[in-house]
C-alpha cells in the first residue's frame, strides 16, 4: 500500500521561506512521479511543482518557477519543495500526490491539465499562509 506522509508548511510572511517534505512508502521501484498540488478557498487544486524521481524531469506551475525548487531524495523516497519569495497568494493548503506511467508522462511533457487525474494517491493537506 502506497502512503505519502507530508511536513513542513506553516505561517510565514511575505518574502520569506518554507520547505514541504513528502515521503513515500510502498513503491517497489523509482518509477513513479511525485510532488505538490495546492487548493486555495474557492479555487480548484492545481499542480505547483512534480518530479519524476527515475529521470529527474521536473513541472513548474508558472506562478512558482524561479522561487520554488523540487528535489528528491530517491534513498529515502522523500520529496522536498522549497518555497522562496513567498507571496500572500501562495496561500493554499498543499497536497503531495503520486502516481505512475501516467503521471510521469505528464510531468516530462509538463502537461498540467491531465495532472490532477493522473495522480493515484494523495497525502494530507498541509496549510501554508503568507501574510502580507
Known amino acids: 500500500e502506497v502512503q505519502l506522509q507530508a511536513s513542513g508548511g506553516g505561517l510565514v510572511q511575505a518574502g520569506g521561506s518554507l520547505r514541504l517534505s513528502c515521503a513515500a512508502s510502498g513503491f517497489a521501484s523509482d518509477d513513479y512521479g511525485i510532488g505538490w498540488f495546492r487548493q486555495a478557498p474557492g479555487k480548484e487544486r492545481e499542480p505547483v511543482s512534480l518530479?519524476?524521481?527515475?529521470?529527474?524531469?521536473?513541472y513548474y506551475h508558472d506562478s512558482v518557477k524561479g522561487r520554488f525548487t523540487i528535489s528528491s531524495d530517491n534513498a529515502k523516497k522523500t520529496v522536498y519543495l522549497q518555497m522562496n519569495s513567498l507571496k500572500p497568494e501562495d496561500t493554499a493548503v498543499y497536497y503531495c500526490?503520486?502516481?505512475?506511467?501516467?503521471?510521469?508522462?505528464?510531468?516530462?511533457?509538463?502537461?498540467?491539465?491531465?495532472?490532477?487525474?493522473?495522480?493515484?494517491?494523495w497525502g494530507q493537506g498541509t496549510q501554508v499562509t503568507v501574510s502580507s
Open positions: 500526490a503520486a502516481g505512475g506511467y501516467r503521471l510521469i508522462h505528464a510531468i516530462v511533457t509538463k502537461s498540467p491539465r491531465s495532472m490532477h487525474v493522473d495522480v493515484d494517491y
Open positions: 518530479i519524476s524521481p527515475s529521470d529527474g524531469s521536473k
